[in-house]
């Protein structure tokens, strides 16, 4: 039978080819946001992070950024490798040290 | 050095039976985070000790759930009475804020599921 439950959304590309993957956040006076990848069975690992002061912060291969007017986040990964392959959540820094998280985003790398 | 440590990385439990997990942070963060993560979804916190501080429990969904963290360094986290819906992979996070980034070092996370 068909499985009832959410789905991540998921992205397919090839290797060598720049992957966007898109987050929109819920707040508006979050001022701090950060980027995770988390691999099959593992915890979640910080990729790069940026603050609301800024629009854009490029890190090795990869690059957030910010658009407050929508509240959209997107990262860029270039030259995409099959390492890459994972799932990727934003999380947005809404009161104190309360950070919340995006359901994922499945990057899935094609050889 | 070390990281973030969980254990035990899977535990299998009965309806109605307490269960506790545990979080040795890496030394000398002063941060921790508990989250909540059911397949196919995102992170869902659940509680945050920061140094001597009160603990931030908004995030714990029932009175089931509670935690603590002794000395400032290792944290349980004990679910009462389990239920079915509490089967998830619960993870564990530390951190310090440094240069204005929160840089989250999280645990392999503990699969709990609830027959």
């Known amino acids: 039978g068909e499985s009832v439950g959410l789905h991540l959304p998921t992205l397919s590309v090839q290797e060598g080819d720049n992957s966007i993957i898109n987050c929109a956040y819920s707040n508006s006076a979050s001022d701090y946001f950060i980027w995770y990848k988390q691999e099959s069975g593992k915890g979640p690992q910080f990729i790069i992070d940026?603050?609301?002061?800024?629009d854009k912060r490029q890190g090795q291969r990869v690059t957030v950024l910010l658009n407050k007017t929508v509240k959209h986040l997107s990262l860029q990964i270039a030259a995409t490798q099959p390492g890459d392959s994972a799932v990727y959540f934003c999380?947005?820094?809404?009161?104190?040290?309360?950070?919340?998280f995006g359901t994922g985003t499945s990057l899935t790398v094609i050889p | 050095g070390a990281g973030v440590s969980q254990s035990p990385s899977n535990k299998v439990t009965e309806k109605g039976k307490d269960v506790e997990l545990r979080c040795d942070p890496i030394?000398?963060?002063?941060?921790l985070y508990w989250y909540r993560q059911s397949l196919g979804q995102g992170l869902e916190f659940l509680i945050y000790?920061?140094?001597?501080?009160?603990?931030?429990k908004s995030g714990l969904p029932s009175d089931r759930f509670s935690a603590e963290r002794t000395g400032g360094s290792v944290s349980t986290l004990t679910i009462q009475r389990t239920q079915q819906e509490d089967s998830a992979v619960y993870l564990c996070?530390?951190?310090?804020?440094?240069?204005?980034?929160?840089?989250?070092?999280f645990g392999p996370g503990t699969r709990l599921t609830v027959l």
């Open positions: 000790f920061q140094g001597n501080s009160a603990p931030d």
């Open positions: 996070a530390s951190s310090f804020w440094t240069s204005g980034r929160n840089e989250q070092f």
């Open positions: 940026i603050r609301s002061n800024m």
């Open positions: 030394s000398g963060h002063t941060a």
């Open positions: 999380a947005e820094l809404y009161t104190g040290n309360q950070f919340y």
